[in-house]
């Protein structure tokens, strides 16, 4: 059903509908699993397989409404986020709904008629199925009991649930933070810098001896370059990553050790991002103003000292550099005026000689060729030789340029950039393996905001543009997603209460028990971790959904409030279980993954399990002491034939 849908919107096979096909395999089974264990429920209190198939698919036709629209609620915002995340994760969101909402469909018409068929009678059970609902049982007997203290201290309960749904935020906060998790590509790219007043054949020269230090890594297949006389990039390709011991992020220092010893050239590494990115370097910090390069270098010269005592950086460096030779032509115009030149004539001789722009262009063997008048470039090597040029003056006489002029030398920038019409300087580097981009980025960040003044404005280029833009994007479509649970859940319950019962007691119960992992470093928060926690949210919203239901409905029968409380969440025990189950080892094989691309897939399987296991255990003891203090009384509803038929007498 989902392929139908991606071949519907257009959508290809790749990583992202790949792994939300992957993700739904452990969603999918929920609703199913629901119907049949109600079903058997009916079918081991004496009824027939086709009145407990009935019976059991009209109990659960809201809750599994209410759960496939709460499952595909939450990724409408992400189909909706803008930016790389939005491009990223619109076919991931829609094919995840899609099959989301196809097996809401299967459950409510399918999974009935097949139980009704293929559920054990009463007493024909097999010896696996009767061992299971032994230990069904006396689960059940132990969760009991458990259940009676846990309302007993419910005051304490709700104390406890509060202070962990706060500590939400500070395990949030103090976890690391990247864009998305750095992945295996077999590719380090690498960026050449060459002195200012380097010529194409010093560098390529120098080119071939990084070629000499990359090939001799076993690891490394071959490199790629380009070179010109301001330096050039390349790349090492490694082997199959079944071929090799380490990874790229492990030789990604010794690769950087090993350039950085070849002289004449900077070589700068870099581990290439698992997203598309504009930018060149990990980190890349942008220094806008209108004061002039020589104020914007001593700026920059306290940000890289930060930089490099922070001990996260293998490199930092700046674009701004002030070293480029310069030698201004002074002409003598006295002196000028004695030999009979004119400045424009005198302009004009010497910048045929030494500007190199073509005059004309000729034919030969049908191809086009420019004409460049040019003085050697040995004579052009050093000063000295073009004091010695001569120009004739308008009487015929050859004197040397010399004669009229001198040459003052300085050094000015390379390169004078520009963002948003202001002088901008450029801070990037690359960070140390097990340092996360965003943490080296806050480390230039605030080492500038410190160094510079009012008049200087921080920006960001490459993927640091899209961590502090996009980085925390997910966050708001998080908060999105949980109002469209509320609204969808007050609909369904006819409350605006009892929603709040499933959200207070599950959702950020869930949320806490994922962040402690990504806390203890066992992940990071990233796009994919992000995407992990919104769909926890539906996930474990369905827990909720099937105790406070069920509650509702055995009120609606007579029973009081607490026996109702007590009643469904005993008799949801086994579908919250086993949903959760599925849920658990269905995602499981993404923590356990490795190889290319394994390290997104671990990001938000991780999320997925801890969070699911984790607020599953919160789900069933907190959402029931919820549900007793904040749950609405509903009234017994009262048969309408029976209504009528009073009426009638009445009459």
């Known amino acids: 059903g989902a392929a139908i849908f991606m071949y519907a919107f ?12 992957v993700l739904s395999v452990g969603l999918v089974v929920d609703d199913a699993i629901v119907v049949v264990e109600n079903v058997e429920r009916h079918v081991r209190e004496g009824k027939s397989r086709i009145q407990a198939a009935l019976i059991g698919s009209r109990e659960l036709v809201g809750p599994i409404i209410a759960m496939t629209i709460t499952l595909a609620a939450v990724y409408a915002p992400i189909g909706f986020q803008g930016g790389l995340t939005g491009s990223l994760f619109l076919e991931f969101a829609i094919t995840l709904a899609a099959a989301v909402v196809l097996s809401g469909v299967v459950a409510i018409t399918l999974s009935p008629v097949m139980s009704s068929r293929f559920v054990h009678p009463e007493g024909k ?18 969760y009991g009991r458990l259940l009676d203290g846990a309302l007993e201290m419910r005051w304490a309960i709700v104390v406890a649930s509060l202070l962990i749904m706060v500590a939400a935020v500070p395990l949030y906060l103090f ?8 992945e295996d590509q077999s590719h380090i790219s690498l960026f050449l810098e060459a002195s200012p007043d380097s010529t194409v054949a010093a560098t390529n020269s120098d080119s071939l001896k990084v070629v000499e230090a990359i090939r001799a890594f076993p690891e490394a297949r071959f490199m790629w370059s380009l070179t010109s006389s301001w330096g050039g990039f390349g790349g090492l ?3 199959d990553w079944r071929e090799r011991t380490r990874s790229t992020e492990l030789m990604y220092g010794e690769v950087f050790g090993a350039v950085s010893q070849i002289p004449g050239l900077r070589v700068f590494p870099r581990l290439d991002p698992p997203l598309p990115t504009p930018g060149q370097y990990d980190v890349e910090l942008l220094l806008a103003s209108e004061v002039p390069a020589e104020q914007l270098l001593e700026m920059t010269a306290a940000v890289l000292g930060a930089g490099w005592q922070s001990g996260k950086f293998l490199y930092v460096d700046t674009d701004l550099k002030i070293d480029l030779p310069e030698a201004r032509v002074v002409l003598d115009r006295e002196r000028l005026a004695d030999l009979g030149f004119d400045l424009a004539g005198v302009g004009q001789e010497l910048g045929t000689l030494l500007g190199g722009a073509y005059v004309n262009r000729f034919n030969f063997y049908d191809r086009s060729y420019k004409v460049i008048p040019q003085i050697g470039d040995k004579d052009r090597a050093t000063l000295d030789p073009l004091l010695d040029l ?26 004078l950039n520009r963002f948003q019409q202001r002088n901008a300087v450029r801070i990037f580097g690359g960070v140390k393996p097990g340092v996360t981009k965003e943490e080296g980025l806050r480390v230039l960040e605030t080492a500038a905001a410190s160094a510079v003044g009012p008049r200087v404005a921080l920006d960001f280029a490459g993927e640091s543009r899209q961590i502090r833009h996009e980085g925390s994007a997910l966050t708001v479509t998080l908060g999105f997603a949980v109002v469209l649970i509320y609204l969808v859940l007050a609909a369904q319950f006819k409350s605006f209460r009892d929603p709040l019962i499933v959200l207070l007691g599950s959702v950020p119960l869930a949320i806490s028990g994922a962040l402690v992992f990504s806390f203890l470093d066992l992940t990071t928060i990233n796009i994919y971790s992000q995407v992990g ?27 009081s409030k607490t026996a109702a409380l007590r009643e469904a969440s005993l008799t949801r025990l086994r579908p919250v279980l086993m949903t959760s189950a599925a849920t658990v080892f269905g995602h499981l094989p993404l923590v356990l993954v490795s190889g290319p691309g ?4 671990n990001s938000i399987g991780m999320v997925l399990v801890t969070g699911m296991t984790v607020g599953t255990i919160f789900t069933l003891f907190v959402v029931p002491v919820f549900y007793s203090l904040i749950a609405a009384r509903h009234q017994p509803a009262v048969d309408v034939e029976e209504s009528e038929a009073g009426a009638l007498q009445l009459a």
């Open 390 to 415: 001569k120009i004739k003056t308008p009487s015929g006489q050859l004197v040397p340029v010399s004669t009229f002029t001198h040459i003052e030398t300085s050094t000015a920038p390379r390169t």
């Open 533 to 559: 926690l919104i769909t926890l949210v539906g996930l474990i919203a369905k827990n909720g959904i099937l105790i406070v239901e069920f509650a509702n409905t055995l009120q609606e029968r007579g029973l």
């Open 125 to 142: 059970e097999g010896k696996l199925t009767r061992l299971v609902n032994r230990g069904f049982d006396a689960t059940r007997a132990v």
């Open 10 to 21: 257009g959508f290809s096979l790749n990583l992202l509908t790949i792994l939300a096909i």
């Open 175 to 182: 976890s690391r933070q990247e864009l998305a998790p750095v």
């Open 237 to 239: 390709v490694a082997k």
């Open 598 to 601: 394994a390290a997104a897939r």
